[in-house]
Structure formats: C-alpha cells, structure tokens
C-alpha cells in the first residue's frame, strides 16, 4: 500500500514538473546525478542530499537544497507517505569549505612558526657574529701588546734598526736605478720612429727587448726580496747573541713588510709598461704595408691605424704620471728611502716617459 501511495505521488510529481533529472554536490565536491525524482526520494532518505546540499534541477545553477522546490515537495511527499523521517543535515560542501578553512588556519600557524623561528636564526647570526668580533677585537689587541713588548728599545738597537732599514733603502734605489738605466739603453723611442717602423727586423728585437725588460722587472723585484731575508736573519742573529738588540728581528721585519707592498706595486707599473712595448710592435708589424715616410717621418694611411698608434704613445705618459706618483708617495712614508735617492753618482729619475728617456 505504501508503494502503491510514493507511486501515485512521482507520477503526480513528474505530470507537474516533467520528467527532469537532479545534480547535488556530494560532501568531496563530486557531481552526483540523479535521473528521477525516486532518485531524489531515496537520496533524501538515505541522508546523502540534505538541506545544505548544493542542488541544480537540470542544467540549473547549485543552490541550497531546501531553497529548490522540487526538494521541498520531495520532502513533503516523504513526511506525508510516512516513508521515514526528515534525514539528519549531512556533510556538505559548506561544511568540507569548513575543514578546509581548518586546515589553512593549521597552514597559517605552521607559517608563522616557520617565520618566527627564521627571525630567531638571523638574530642568533647576527649575535654570534657580534661575538665573533669581539673576539678577534681581543685577539687584534693582545698581538699589538705582543708586537710592542717585541719592539727594540735603547739607544743601541734603535740605532741598528735604523742602520739596516737604511741600508734596505739603498739597496732598493741601487736595483731601481740599475733597472731604469737599462731601459734608457735600449733605446726603444728611436725603434718607434721615421723609417724603423719600416724594418721588420728591427720590430721584432723590440718584442724581444721587451720580453727582457720584464725579466729584468722580477729579476729585481725578487732581489729586494733576498735582501730583505738577508737583513731580517743578521737582525734575528744579532738579537740573538747581544741582550741590548732585544726585539731587534720582529722591528726589522715589521719594518720591511711594507716595502714589499711598495715594490709590488712599482713592479706592476714597469710590468705593463713592457707589455705595451710589446703590443705596440707587433700592431706595427701587422700594419706596416700602410706606412709611408713624408719629411722623415712615418705616417699612417688608415686614420684608425694613426689614431691606434698614438693611443698606445699616449699609454706611456699614463705609465710615467703612475711612478711619479709612486716615487712621491714612498718618500712621504719611508724618510730613509729619500736621500738615498738624490745621492750616488746616478739616481734613479722617476717619472720620465720611457718613449723619451735619453
């Protein structure tokens, strides 16, 4: 009899409606499709549709279940057939939106540990390395203590220290002067001038005349290096065997640890200064089909060649500027190197263009 009487209200149901088909969105989210209205009825019953439910009729828009009056009439039918009672809500997608706003809260709070414990590790960073500088801050001053308490003292070991350091300075002015001497030998701004530029031969000993000024360049860079070693062991010698030279090695050699950076950097002006020799050969070589002598003097056909020509001319006043520089700047802090310089019977001439050195 009962059903005879749910029959009787589908039909009734559908001769009002049509025959339609129903969507609802399960708890996951999933489209579920039901074909007819019985369907509906026994979603409704079993509790899988409840009023919450995201329900379209046909190709409709979701909407809550319990503002569609195909479900409301569904319901009703179910109420007055006695076919069981009104389902209980089940899980809807609000509801999973819900779990999913859960979850994202958990994701919210796992970030901010995950930022605060990032602030907490570059505070710690930042502390340790204020420690750490504290630290090489007393390392730095108790090696200055140590260094002083190592410095000559007396009359007799400052007069040694300022012995050795001149005879440093002197030995360093012999080695410079012999070095800028041989360079005025060599003759190489008559090589670059009138009909040389011209001669092949000539070019090429060039190349090879530079290739020695190099030589010569650490030749003399690793004599002040021997010298220096030289004077530091006599000093450690003398410190060893004479009570009144205490301290004598580590004054010497702490003296003459600047003179290397010095040297250093005198030697790289020299340095390129020869390779431009070099370079500047070897471009005449390549381009000496464009060379022509007018009034005794070689001229360039090609304009760009000329104006490379003349930069590399011009790369030398550079060089002679650079060690005048140099030579300035050690006389201000090495007292000992100047009048080593203005004496002896030939003094190295600082600065002078080595395109016109005579």
């Known amino acids: 009899m009962q059903a005879r009487a749910q029959a009787e209200f589908i039909v ?4 009002t409606r049509g025959n339609v088909r129903f969507r609802y969105r399960d708890a996951k989210g999933k489209v579920v499709t039901l074909n007819d209205v019985a369907s509906l009825m026994q979603a409704i ?20 279940a319990e503002r569609v009056s195909s479900y409301q009439q569904a319901l009703k039918g179910i109420d007055r057939l006695g076919l069981g009672a009104k389902p209980s809500p089940t899980p809807t997608l609000s509801e999973a939106s819900k779990t999913r706003l859960g979850d994202s809260s958990v ?13 907490g590790g570059a505070c710690l960073l930042v502390l340790l390395a ?3 500088l504290a630290v090489l801050n007393r390392i730095r001053t108790a090696q200055a203590q140590v260094v002083h308490a190592d410095q000559v003292s007396g009359p007799l070991g400052e007069a040694m220290l300022k012995r050795i350091r001149t005879e440093y300075a002197d030995s360093v002015v012999v080695l410079q002067a012999r070095l800028l001497s041989s360079i005025v030998k060599q003759g190489f701004k008559e090589r670059f001038q009138g009909s040389a530029l011209q001669t092949p031969s000539s070019l090429r ?16 860079l690793g004599a ?11 000093a450690e010698s003398l410190e060893a065997k004479t009570p009144a030279y205490d301290g004598l090695g580590s004054s010497v050699e702490e003296g003459l640890a600047p003179w290397e950076r010095d040297l250093d ?49 011009g790369r030398f006043t550079d060089f002679a500027a650079r060690e005048r520089s140099w030579a300035d700047g050690v006389a201000k802090k090495r007292p000992e190197w100047r009048p080593a310089v203005s004496s002896g019977t030939n003094p190295p001439r600082f600065g002078m263009n080595v395109m016109a050195r005579q």
């Open 45 to 64: 019953k079993d509790g899988s549709l409840g009023p919450e439910t995201p329900l379209s009729v046909g190709e409709g828009t979701f909407q809550p």
């Open 224 to 234: 002040t290096r021997a010298i220096s070693g030289t004077l530091i062991t006599r």
């Open 107 to 119: 994701w919210y709070r796992r970030r901010q540990f995950q930022m605060y414990a990032a602030i």
């Open 205 to 220: 000993w060039v190349r090879t005349a530079a290739a020695k000024y190099r030589g010569d360049v650490d030749s003399m």
């Open 12 to 15: 009734a149901f559908e001769v």
């Open 265 to 313: 950097d005198y030697t790289a002006i020299h340095r390129m200064v020869a390779s431009t020799i070099d370079s500047m050969a070897a471009f005449v070589l390549e381009h000496q089909p464009s060379i022509v002598i007018r009034d005794g003097r070689a001229v360039f056909l090609s304009r760009a060649e000329g104006a490379r020509f003349q930069e590399f001319m």
């Open 130 to 132: 204020g420690v750490r």
